[in-house]
């Protein structure tokens, strides 16, 4: 969790040190529009529930347009679209065994779903908190 900055600021004035001292902000701007790539690089694969392929499809695009802009955003961007291969390839299979199991797929989809969408929200607040997350069970489609 960050300070806040007026309680930083009363530090230094109390320490008689500098900020920059007390925290080492190469550039505030900077970090706010890094936060925001974040929420919408790990919140964006949520339109998959509106349109087929959406959770696969626009991180791809998102990916493709800011992986070389910053490595953090090609890392989770890789790290998105690999979980949400993964899941689809999760939901495909649990359909497929639909017909020699019906009260079984019907668990095991419902199943997958929520998975997917339990563990992206975990990972929206976590990316834009502590600029970290974690995809259990993806494949690594993209390395």
């Given at each position: 969790m960050?300070?806040?900055?007026?309680?930083?600021?009363l530090?230094?004035v109390?320490?008689?040190?500098?900020?920059?001292?007390?925290?080492?902000?190469?550039?505030?701007?900077?970090?706010t529009?890094?936060?925001?790539w974040m929420l919408?690089?790990?919140?964006?694969?949520?339109?998959?529930?509106?349109i087929?392929?959406g959770?696969?499809?626009f991180?791809?695009?998102l990916?493709i347009?800011?992986?070389?802009?910053n490595?953090i955003?090609?890392?989770?961007g890789?790290?998105?679209?690999?979980?949400?291969?993964?899941?689809?390839?999760y939901?495909?299979?649990?359909?497929?065994?639909?017909?020699?199991?019906?009260g079984?797929?019907?668990?095991?989809?419902g199943?997958?779903f929520l998975?997917?969408?339990?563990?992206s929200?975990?990972?929206?607040?976590?990316?834009t908190?502590?600029?970290?997350?974690n995809y259990?069970?993806?494949?690594?489609?993209?390395?």
């Amino acid at each position: 969790m960050q300070p806040h900055l007026q309680t930083v600021k009363l530090l230094a004035v109390g320490l008689e040190v500098e900020i920059g001292d007390l925290i080492p902000i190469e550039n505030p701007n900077e970090e706010t529009i890094e936060r925001k790539w974040m929420l919408l690089f790990h919140a964006i694969p949520f339109l998959g529930l509106l349109i087929p392929f959406g959770n696969i499809v626009f991180p791809i695009f998102l990916w493709i347009h800011k992986s070389k802009d910053n490595k953090i955003y090609d890392n989770h961007g890789k790290a998105i679209i690999n979980f949400h291969c993964s899941i689809n390839l999760y939901l495909i299979i649990s359909l497929l065994l639909f017909f020699p199991f019906p009260g079984f797929n019907f668990f095991l989809t419902g199943a997958v779903f929520l998975f997917g969408i339990i563990i992206s929200l975990v990972n929206i607040l976590s990316a834009t908190n502590s600029g970290t997350y974690n995809y259990p069970l993806s494949i690594s489609f993209l390395k």
